[in-house]
């Protein structure tokens, strides 16, 4: 997009190019609408212009330049941009009582989806999305996907929902091993074909092994008698033979593995009985009613602002409800993740790594702290990195080593997989699915869900909905 410079080659791209930026505060004063029509950067510029020279007085010039604008926006099809933008913010789920409105006047996750909006807004040649599906809940994501399926243009985007990627994509270019390779086809397919190349590599790396010493074999017999010649042939085939080095993978996979419920909890984890929260006129939950069992993976799926992480406070202690009551089971150990990450670790602290988990666990040995910091990929002087410097992704697999240093038999998890990597997300799918204890976990990640919940806690609208089954079964029920 020429926001950075190579230092080699060239880039070349289409007219009109649509690209999801990230600088929500550029906008924070303008309406809604605008921002988004601003998508299509010449229909933008000319309606701005128009509005402006419509506050000057009338001058057979202005008139002149208001006729060459009129013309503009008509190519652009100006004159359906306003219903036309309002289209993709109905499919990312913002209510019509914002579209007028500044963008500062909207929740942060919202403003985001404007942004996309933008990025989609005009049928560009290209699409470059990094990221799009952060900020959307379940309904976007879909509707996101069904868009992309249909869009005639070239997209490329980056992403760590491998759903995703899967329904929207027809190539991939994976950045490993200090290179990059496209393959053909979505992500599971890409996965198919490295893990067949990779594996190929090392069975002939093996071959040339097998084959190097045998020929040493024969040289170590005969490097000293009158078969000269055939000793030297076989030094060049060894010299030919050697083989190269296999680049080592840059993709680091941790190692999540909940801690063994030694200390089983009873058979009843939570109960909740006729809970319900306000904020100030704004009833969030209302009348909620559930018993948790050990053993139970629940996933809770919802859109997003409907009172998803008000219910997993409430439920993990860590917000009051205005009525009804919550019983905790015999021997349960609750451990919590916060969406918002500050309400663990404050980043303006000076502390390290490493002394952030002994001041978690105070009685855990500095070989515990250790073996949990390298399961999470911090090793070596990685412990001693300022928390201040973690990026979203170290962040949350610092909070993963905090909860995994005591042995808790029930955890409850908000959005977990923000900021992970797919690699990441895939480890925490197979360590809540091998956790003996109870889960429970708030994500819009289908993958993650299906791998791991045996039941769903949907909020609606219209109430809140139980099911006992996968993500799948449970979307099946609603398309039937």
């Known amino acids: ?7 080699s080659g060239s880039i070349v791209l289409p007219k009109r190019v649509g690209f999801l930026k990230q600088n929500i505060e550029e906008f924070r004063d303008q309406k809604i609408l605008d921002v988004i029509i601003m998508g299509n950067e010449r229909l933008g510029k000319a309606m701005v212009e128009r509005d402006m020279l419509y506050e000057r007085e009338i001058s057979d010039e202005i008139g002149m330049r208001l006729g060459e604008i009129e013309e503009i926006i008509a190519e652009e099809d100006g004159y359906n941009a306003h219903s036309n933008a309002e289209k993709f913010l109905a499919g990312m789920g913002i209510p019509s009582k914002y579209h007028e409105k500044s963008m500062q006047e ?83 397919a890409m996965l198919i074909a490295k893990t067949a190349v990779r594996e190929r590599a090392e069975q002939e790396a093996k071959s040339k092994e097998k084959k190097i010493a045998c020929l040493k074999n024969f040289v170590a017999r005969f490097g000293a008698g009158t078969r000269a010649s055939l000793v030297q042939s076989r030094l060049r085939e060894i010299q030919r033979l050697q083989p190269q080095e296999l680049k080592k993978s840059n993709i680091q996979r941790p190692y999540i593995h909940f801690p063994p419920s030694e200390n089983f909890s009873g058979k009843l984890v939570l109960k909740a009985k006729k809970i319900g929260k306000s904020f100030g006129n704004t009833s969030v939950i209302k009348n909620f009613n559930i018993e948790i069992f050990r053993g139970d993976k629940i996933a809770v799926i919802g859109n997003n602002g409907i009172g998803k992480t008000t219910l997993l406070k409430i439920l993990a202690g860590r917000l009051s409800a205005d009525v009804g009551k919550i019983e905790r089971g015999y021997r349960v150990e609750l451990g919590y993740f916060p969406q918002n990450h500050e309400e663990c670790i404050d980043k303006s602290e000076k502390i390290h790594v490493f002394d952030y988990l002994k001041r978690c666990e105070a009685q855990a040995y500095d070989q515990d702290i250790r073996s949990v910091l390298g399961k999470m990929l911090f090793s070596g002087d990685d412990a001693f990195k300022s928390i201040s410097k973690l990026s979203g992704g170290e962040t949350a697999r610092l909070i993963f080593a905090s909860l ?77």
Request: with cysteine; hydrophobic share 45%; glycine share 6%.
């Open 1 to 7: 997009m020429g926001i950075e410079h190579p230092t």
């Open 106 to 188: 909207l929740p942060v996750d919202l403003q985001f989806r404007v942004l996309l909006c933008q990025a989609l807004f005009g049928m560009p040649e290209a699409l470059l999305l990094d990221e799009p599906t952060n900020h959307l809940d379940l309904e976007a994501i879909g509707w996101l996907e069904n868009f992309l399926s249909h869009y005639s243009g070239t997209l490329i985007l980056v992403s760590h929902d491998k759903h995703f990627l899967n329904a929207t994509t027809t190539h991939i270019a994976d950045i490993d091993y200090d290179t990059i390779i496209i393959y053909p086809g979505n992500y599971d």
């Open 404 to 480: 995994f240093l005591r042995p808790y038999n029930t955890f409850i998890f908000d959005e977990p997989n923000n900021h992970l990597d797919i690699e990441s997300v895939s480890a925490l799918a197979w360590g809540a699915k091998e956790f003996k204890g109870t889960i429970i976990i708030a994500s819009h990640d289908r993958d993650l869900i299906n791998a791991f919940a045996t039941k769903i806690i949907s909020i609606e609208n219209n109430g809140v909905h139980f099911f006992d089954g996968n993500l799948n079964d449970f979307l099946a029920t609603r398309i039937s």
